[in-house]
């Protein structure tokens, strides 16, 4: 456990919110501050969701290191995707395109932060751990403690200062793990059962009620494996980690262009290009010196052959 939630843990014992309660607010940072701290990490993991009409399973490998993340489907279509920390890059294996995004211009695959696991109902690609626990913009208040799944929680309830007076509720332990979080008519479950991977839950279950109060949709993320403080190399944060085929379309969609294609190791502007990369690639010292004698051996030769020819001309 590092320092900063240490520190947390401390102020909330010593001052608390109330007789016997800690401060609402303090349990909310310590959430965020925990999840922030979850370190560069490697995951296999799989997402299931079902409806009445559909039912969707995958699974997929995730590299991370704070905002940064690669995602690599491993069943279903081969998408792949990765965020540098400033633009999103996938690749839709159905139409063997390259797509440049921002993170709000959301795909059908799954991209999120895996560091919101547990804290929100839905897995949008925007989300970050702060949008997930927006306390600074909500009034919070202590609704007092109780019991999830034989833990014992202190159930938070934020409230954002908008016109629709939007809320959130969270169940929260004293080592800042979320239980469970309410929202939007979604009830969210989190379970922590891989002792050698604290930071995140392994499984989160979430289902979604109808007014009727009859369940419509079921979300279900699972942590399979988990390895912390990998090195991860560069050049997973690049085109070249997804490893795209040759020929692949490369488009910006924040502009709506084309910008080219992928030849193996580069944007190249020409599909022949892209799938000859000879074409494309700079020649050798040694290829230029022997282009340039040739071309040198050959204008000698045809100004001696002028020469000679002028002098039989004049003759």
């Known amino acids: 456990m590092s320092f900063a939630v240490v520190m947390f843990i401390g102020f909330i014992t010593e001052s608390g919110y109330c007789a016997g309660q800690p401060d609402p607010v303090a349990l909310l940072q310590g959430v965020e501050a925990a999840r922030l701290q979850t370190p560069p990490s490697t995951l296999k993991m799989e997402y299931t969701y079902s409806s009445q009409f559909v ?6 490998t995730v590299d991370f290191d704070g905002d ?7 069943s279903g279509p081969d ?42 109902p839905y897995y949008f690609w925007h989300y970050t751990v702060e949008d997930a626990i927006p306390y600074q913009k909500a009034t919070v208040q ?3 403690e109780e019991q999830i ?7 938070v309830s ?5 016109p629709n007076g939007y809320r959130m509720d969270f169940w929260i332990d004293d080592r800042f793990r979320v239980y469970r979080e309410d929202e939007n008519g979604v009830q969210t479950f989190s379970f922590y059962e891989n002792k050698d991977y604290p930071w995140l839950p392994s499984r989160v279950d979430g289902k979604e009620y109808g007014t009727n109060g009859v369940v419509t949709e079921e979300r279900q993320c699972v942590i399979l494996e988990a390895k912390a403080n990998v090195k991860l190399p560069t050049n997973v944060w690049t085109i070249a980690g997804l490893s795209p085929p040759r020929g692949a379309t490369v488009s910006d969609v924040r502009i709506r262009q084309r910008i080219g294609y992928w030849d193996g190791q580069k944007i190249v502007q020409t599909l ?4 000859n990369p000879e074409l494309s690639r700079p020649a050798s010292p040694t290829v230029r010196i022997i282009v340039v004698a ?3 051996l050959t204008t000698i030769g045809f100004i001696f052959f002028m020469l000679k020819t002028r002098k039989r001309a004049e003759a």
């Not at 039912?55 to 997929?60: A, D, L, T």
């Not at 934020?158 to 908008?162: A, N, S």
């Open 272 to 275: 022949d290009a892209a799938l």
């Open 79 to 120: 998408d792949k995707a990765f965020f540098d920390g400033k633009q999103a890059v996938i690749y839709d294996g159905s139409t063997k395109r390259i797509e440049i995004r921002n993170l709000n211009e959301q795909h059908l695959m799954q991209f999120f932060d895996p560091r919101i696991m547990g804290l929100v």
């Open 142 to 144: 202590m609704i007092g």
């Open 149 to 155: 799944n034989d833990h014992k929680t202190w159930h």
């Open 68 to 74: 940064k993340r690669r995602f690599i489907t491993t």
């Open 55 to 60: 039912n969707n399973r995958r699974e997929f």
């Open 294 to 296: 040739c071309l040198v």
């Open 158 to 162: 934020l409230v954002l200062k908008d």
